[in-house]
Structure formats: C-alpha cells, structure tokens
Nanobody
Framework: QVELVESGGGLVQAGGSLRLSCAASERTYSNYPMGWFRQAPGKEREFVAA????????YYADSVKGRFTISRDSAKNTVYLQMNSLKPEDTANYYC??????????????????WGQGTQVTVSS
C-alpha cells in the first residue's frame, strides 16, 4: 500500500518561509520518485517540483524556481519542499505524489497515481 502523508502547511506573511514534509513508506520512497503539486481554489492542480527517476535530478515550475527547493532524507523516508520568499499567489493546497512509470513526464499530474491528502498553505499580503 502506498501512503503519503504531508505536513507543515500553515499561514505565513508574504516574504516568509515554510517547509513542507511528505512521509512515505520505505517501499514507496525507495522505488518511486516523488514530487509536489498544488491546487488553488477554482484552478487546476499544477506542478511545483519533483525528483527525476534517478532521484538526483530535480525539476521546478518556472513560477517557483529560485524560491522553492525539493530535498529528501533517506533515513526518514521523507521528501521536503522548502518554500522561501512566499507570495500570496503561492496560496494553495499542496500535495505530494509518487510517480511509478519510468519515462513518464515529471510535470504532468497523470504521471502520479499515488497522492497524499494535501496540506494548506496560505500566504497573506
């Protein structure tokens, strides 16, 4: 069973920082590259950041490049999303997801069959 549990969301002022965590089972963490997506009210779920299949390459949406960093801790089977210089437009529910097919696109949500429950991030102006 694939289980992904996000945490770390909250309310922060513009310019502030938050770190999201996504805890996975050892099997999921070891076998599937993981990524982060977000969904604002009334909008489509969009790609934020992800690891490549090797687990070493990282990919970012243009809107977060230079401000967000995806990282992982193998000892804890956990993937993180460090978010700095937050803007009101970053407000959304953030989801982590696991991608299971080698060769599938890192930035398309259909590549990720497994999802966490989401954690809300609200950035006030």
């Amino acid at each position: 069973q694939v289980e992904l549990v996000e945490s770390g969301g909250g309310l922060v002022q513009a310019g502030g920082s938050l770190r999201l965590s996504c805890a996975a089972s050892e099997r999921t963490y070891s076998n599937y590259p993981m990524g982060w997506f977000r969904q604002a009210p009334g909008k489509e779920r969009e790609f934020v950041a992800a690891f490549g299949w090797s687990g070493f390459s990282t990919y970012y949406a243009d809107s977060v490049k230079g401000r967000f960093t995806i990282s992982r801790d193998s000892a804890k089977n956990t993937v993180y999303l460090q978010m700095n210089s937050l803007k009101p437009e970053d407000t959304a529910n953030y989801y982590c997801a696991a991608r299971t097919a080698r060769g599938s696109s890192v930035s398309i949500k259909d590549s990720y069959p497994y999802w966490g429950q989401g954690t809300q991030v609200t950035v006030s102006s």
